[in-house]
């Protein structure tokens, strides 16, 4: 799948140059328009999940659990996606408010935002489906692209991925820490200790609030309010998870090697981005429950732009690619997943055998 | 979520029931703080963050008006003279600035007011005076300042002011007026009670010498002739520059024969205070100064690479721009208040390097030193604990 597309060293710079267009304008348009966005979306969230919380109170009736779930649930997808997973990427950081600021956001997810923001938005975003690189790839557990070598463990990755959707905050809090890298030295285990204690720390918050604290508050509804933040916390997995392996792992994204970086410019940044990253195609609601994720192209190519802009910029993009002759990956939300699950049921199995990429 | 720089020492201890409350909450909220979602219902509900809603702007003049801001429950009383910041958002970007309170201590109403002058460049005041509707909501933070008055007042007081200086000076006058020279906590005792027993003591003698350009450009103008027509003890020199030239202090004895027996305050622009300090010279301990925008000089450093080391961000800066708008440009999160150099509320701890005083040009800093980065530059490499 490493179908690279080959463009000249000068339409590579062009291509960069295009791209750092968009986003200065981008920047420079910056103002109290998205800031409103952005109160307004945490002003909705906060009042979906209270609206949530208090529903479940009264969920001794099975719709008003069910409403009350599922505005719990979307509450949490909103609270991780559109606003965490963004806050913590710096976009709104340019307002100045310490309040919503990637220094000092904090989310419901298992993984503290320190160890997030260097995995995520250093590791990843840098090394973007390069192997041996961006340990994103398949999550160090599963084998989503031929070029990964096959091992016998990988008979089990359909199942792995059933339980790494159901327990996604939590996979993704551990394999943050990077525990394969203790053995070769890389990381010290102390070092690893320390970080364990602090997603410890958070997760014993997170299971006090929603498995003790807010059942005991309900009295005589604990066991459906249980019940109810249980399924509201599975549903935001599931969903994340489906929403973020849309991202890079569909048919049409590539994996880069190693040497593929060297001497890497600018433009070739781009590129790499561009290739390794997938849309979701789909109306405001879908962009708005997938944190913007749907555009993972812009959002890959413009980590720190507020997400709010993506959908605007997302045709220029798409533009600019037919322009260049790149391809633009996208597909509906059932599409891009089927292909997914394709892909991980395919490659739990040795080969199919690749041509190295050029 | 934790909260930085402004907030967590400023709520009283009074509100400690409160408190442990809120912190037992927080069981429910983690990892928000309650008041991210009491928020919702009230921005002034705050404990842990000082705010306040602008109720109402009254124009002061044709380019000056006070706004009246009723700030949240964990506001501390100011003492008459002090200044505060104000954190407001323009085109969805929060900018802080320093503003002398105009209000007394304990106003009925409970609200407080700043009176700001528009600058012809100035972001932050133009938008204050022309574009701030009621309801706006402002961060604010606790009262700070020494140019206050002592407790009990002395007998016999002058003020020279000059432009928007007469505000920290109109909030003094008021509290004169209402008998208590007391605002808040550390002001010698005082608070509600102690300003009910002084409330029936006898105004000092004042002298105040205020200069603005024309009558019609003085600040709290038909107030200040107003309360000296009705005042026995107080006595009100207009000086309208633009016909009569700029004041000097060797006019003073002509206008005011006992100023040197006099507690002085002093209000207005840089070379106003230059003059003054100087007339005052062998009797400083009489004068009280506030400076509102002492002048930047443009000559800076040699600019260097700075590292925001809590924040882990690193930015190139050259030796002109201060380190505050460096900070600001990279995205950190960074502690401002004046920008020019008289309020501290920008400062950082310096880890290494040097810096370079934009106002002075002089090259100053060692591992530890408290810099404000309002006014200082790059002078080579700079790791900075922001």
Known sequence: ?358 | MTTPYLTTSDAPPRWSVRRQLASASRWLTTPLMPDDYLGLLNPLWSAEELRGRVEAVHPETADAATLVIRPSRNWVPHRPGQWVRIGIDIEGIRHWRAYSLSSAPQRPDGCVTITVKAVPDGLVSRHLVRRTAPGTIVGLTRPEGEFVLPEPPPPRLLFLTAGSGITPVMAMLHSLLTGGAAGGEGAGGGGAVSLQSEKHREMPDVVLVHSAPMPEDVIFGEELRGLAARLPNLRLYERHTRAGGRLKPTDLPALCPDWADRAAWACGPTEMLDEVAAHWAGRSDRLHVEHFRPAVSAAGGEGGRVRFTKSGREVDADGGTPLLTVGEDAGVLMPSGCRVGICFGCVGRLSSGQVCDLRTGQVHGEEGDLVQTCVSAAAGPVDIEL
């Open chain 1, 1 to 358: 799948m490493s179908t690279t597309a080959v463009l000249f060293p000068a339409d590579v710079e062009d291509f960069g140059r295009e791209l750092d267009k968009i986003r200065d304008e981008v920047i420079g348009s910056l103002g109290e328009q998205d800031a409103k966005y952005i109160r307004g979306v945490i002003a909705m969230q906060r009042r979906l999940e209270l609206g949530g919380r208090a529903l479940l109170f009264a969920s001794w009736l099975p719709p008003v659990w069910v409403a009350g779930t599922a505005a719990l649930a979307t509450a949490k997808i909103l609270e991780n996606m559109e606003i965490g997973h963004n806050v913590l990427h710096g976009q709104w950081d340019w307002m100045r408010d310490p309040k919503i600021h990637s220094m000092t956001w904090e989310w419901d997810f298992a993984s503290p935002a320190d160890q997030w923001k260097h995995s995520h938005n250093y590791i990843h975003h840098t090394w973007t489906n390069v192997l041996g690189k961006d340990r994103d790839i398949g999550y160090s557990a599963m084998r989503v692209s031929p070029e990964q070598r096959w091992y016998p463990i990988y008979l089990a990755q359909p199942l792995y991925n059933v339980l790494l959707a159901l327990f996604f905050e939590y996979g993704i809090a551990v394999y943050d820490v990077e525990l394969e890298r203790i053995p070769t030295g890389e990381k010290s285990p102390k070092e690893a200790l320390s970080q364990l204690r602090a997603i410890a720390g958070k997760v014993r918050r997170q299971i006090i609030k929603d498995y003790v604290a807010f059942p005991l508050v309900a009295g005589p509804c604990f066991l459906p309010v249980l019940l109810g933040n249980l399924t509201a916390n599975l549903a935001r997995n599931v969903w994340a998870h489906t929403i973020i392996f849309c991202g890079h792992f569909p048919e049409g994204a590539e994996v880069f090697t190693e040497d593929q970086l060297e001497d890497e410019t600018r433009g070739d940044w781009y590129v790499r981005q561009l290739l390794g990253s997938c849309n979701i195609d789909g109306g405001p609601l879908l962009h708005l429950m997938s944190g913007n994720l749907s555009h993972q192209i812009e959002h890959h190519l413009f980590p720190d732009l507020p997400s709010n802009r993506y959908a605007e910029i997302a045709p220029r993009i798409r533009a600019l690619c037919e322009r260049f002759g790149l391809p633009y990956t996208s597909g509906s939300l059932t599409r891009q997943t089927r292909s997914v699950w394709k892909r991980i049921l395919r490659l739990a199995l040795p080969g199919p055998p690749t041509t190295p990429a050029g």
